[in-house]
């Protein structure tokens, strides 16, 4: 993912107040694991990228062991590893996926044609570490691809509309289910990237 937007200017594209969220550099590349700035009920906030799920167990009631990253719409309210989780919104200018083998791999830079933010669903969660530090966390939600996306991914990020994030934040999960869809064809911009620095923050 990248975000070229300060805190302040999405707090004023989605209406909230900016504080206590200071401003940041822009950051070209964003890994899981890293911090990000979200957008909870309670306005935004940071939170890690992916939520490491001590205490959550998957249908066989075995541990789930592996940081999840992504989750997948289809089974979101299904399945047991999601039981308890909160919503946000992950506001991005864009992210990046890969094609080809291993050692010949080529990034592609996705973003919206006209520019501006990208809002992406996401669960929350919080990790309390062996320390007793608590650590809000987040995991994006995907869908089946957009004509757009499928040529370089089989999955892509549920992007909500502006109008639909109170609901995707408060509603119940009946409610929020036809929000989980792919983003319309042709509204996204899929270009290599080649000159991107992986090593700026």
Same mark, same amino acid.
């Given at each position: 993912? +990248?975000?070229? %937007?300060?805190?302040?200017?999405?707090?004023?594209?989605? &209406?909230? =107040?900016?504080?206590?969220?200071?401003?940041?550099?822009?950051?070209?590349?964003?890994?899981?694991?890293? =911090?990000?700035?979200?957008?909870?009920? %309670?306005?935004?906030?940071?939170?890690?990228?992916?939520?490491?799920?001590?205490?959550?167990?998957?249908?066989? &009631?075995?541990?789930?062991?592996?940081?999840?990253?992504?989750?997948?719409? =289809?089974?979101?309210? &299904?399945?047991?590893?999601?039981?308890?989780?909160?919503?946000?919104?992950?506001?991005?200018?864009? *992210?990046?996926?890969?094609?080809?083998?291993?050692?010949?791999?080529?990034?592609?830079?996705?973003?919206?044609?006209?520019?501006?933010?990208?809002? +992406?669903?996401?669960?929350? %969660?919080?990790?309390?570490?062996?320390?007793?530090?608590?650590?809000?966390?987040?995991?994006?939600?995907?869908? =089946?691809?957009?004509?757009?996306? /499928?040529?370089?991914?089989?999955?892509?990020?549920?992007?909500?509309?502006?109008?639909?994030?109170?609901?995707? $934040?408060?509603?119940?999960?009946?409610?929020?289910?036809?929000?989980?869809?792919?983003?319309?064809? &042709?509204? $996204?911009?899929? /270009?290599?990237?080649?000159?991107?620095? *992986? %090593?700026?923050?």
């Amino acid at each position: 993912m +990248f975000l070229t %937007d300060t805190p302040t200017d999405m707090a004023k594209a989605l &209406g909230f =107040e900016p504080d206590p969220v200071a401003d940041e550099p822009p950051r070209r590349n964003i890994s899981p694991g890293q =911090e990000v700035v979200a957008l909870t009920a %309670d306005g935004l906030t940071r939170m890690r990228w992916g939520m490491i799920p001590v205490g959550r167990v998957n249908a066989r &009631g075995r541990p789930v062991m592996e940081t999840i990253i992504n989750a997948r719409s =289809e089974t979101l309210f &299904g399945k047991m590893a999601f039981d308890g989780t909160g919503r946000a919104v992950l506001p991005v200018n864009g *992210w990046y996926e890969w094609t080809g083998n291993a050692r010949n791999k080529t990034a592609w830079r996705i973003k919206p044609k006209t520019g501006g933010l990208l809002l +992406f669903a996401a669960i929350t %969660d919080v990790w309390e570490t062996p320390g007793g530090t608590r650590v809000p966390q987040l995991a994006t939600v995907t869908c =089946e691809p957009s004509g757009d996306v /499928k040529k370089v991914h089989h999955r892509m990020a549920v992007i909500l509309r502006p109008e639909d994030v109170s609901l995707w $934040l408060t509603g119940s999960g009946s409610a929020v289910t036809p929000l989980m869809r792919p983003w319309p064809n &042709g509204s $996204l911009l899929v /270009k290599e990237a080649a000159d991107v620095d *992986w %090593d700026a923050p």
